[in-house]
C-alpha cells in the first residue's frame, strides 16, 4: 500500500483546511487509517485515527475541532481542520495498519505517506 498525502498550506488562526490522503495497493480500503503531526522540535503524535467500519479516536487536543472521514471506494482518508491554532503547526503524515482497531501509538503503524506542510499563523 502507498499514500500520497495533500491539503496542506498556510492558513490564518481560525480557519480551516482539509487533508487528503490516497492510498493504492492491494486490501487498502481494509486498513485502519489515521493522521499524525509533527512539529518542529517535538516528536511525531497521534491527531486522529479511523477504522475501516468507521469508529474513530481523537487526540485531546483536536477534539471538536477536527473531523476524520474515509471514502472507501475512493480509497481515500480525510482530514477537515477547523478552528485552527498556531500550535497545530506541524508536518501532517498519514499511516495505515492492519486490523479493525485504531491505535494511537506510532509503532502499530507500519505504512506512512509523505508529510504536508500545515502552517497557521497567528
Known amino acids: 500500500v502507498q499514500l500520497q498525502a495533500s491539503g496542506g498550506g498556510l492558513v490564518q488562526a481560525g480557519g480551516s483546511l482539509r487533508l487528503s490522503c490516497a492510498s493504492s495497493?492491494?486490501?487498502?480500503?481494509?486498513?485502519?487509517m489515521a493522521w499524525f503531526r509533527q512539529a518542529p522540535g517535538k516528536e511525531r503524535e497521534f491527531v486522529a485515527g479511523?477504522?475501516?467500519?468507521?469508529?474513530?479516536i481523537y487526540a485531546n487536543s483536536v477534539k471538536g475541532r477536527f473531523t476524520i472521514s474515509r471514502d472507501n471506494a475512493k480509497r481515500t482518508v480525510f482530514l477537515q481542520m477547523n478552528s485552527l491554532k498556531p500550535e497545530d503547526t506541524a508536518v501532517y503524515y498519514c499511516?495505515?495498519?492492519?486490523?479493525?482497531?485504531?491505535?494511537?501509538?506510532?509503532?502499530?503503524?507500519?505504512?506512512w505517506g509523505q508529510g504536508t506542510l500545515v502552517t497557521v499563523s497567528s
Open positions: 479511523i477504522s475501516r467500519s468507521g469508529s474513530t
Open positions: 499511516a495505515a495498519k492492519q486490523g479493525e482497531l485504531v491505535m494511537t501509538n506510532r509503532p502499530s503503524y507500519n505504512i
Open positions: 495497493g492491494r486490501s487498502s480500503s481494509s486498513n485502519v
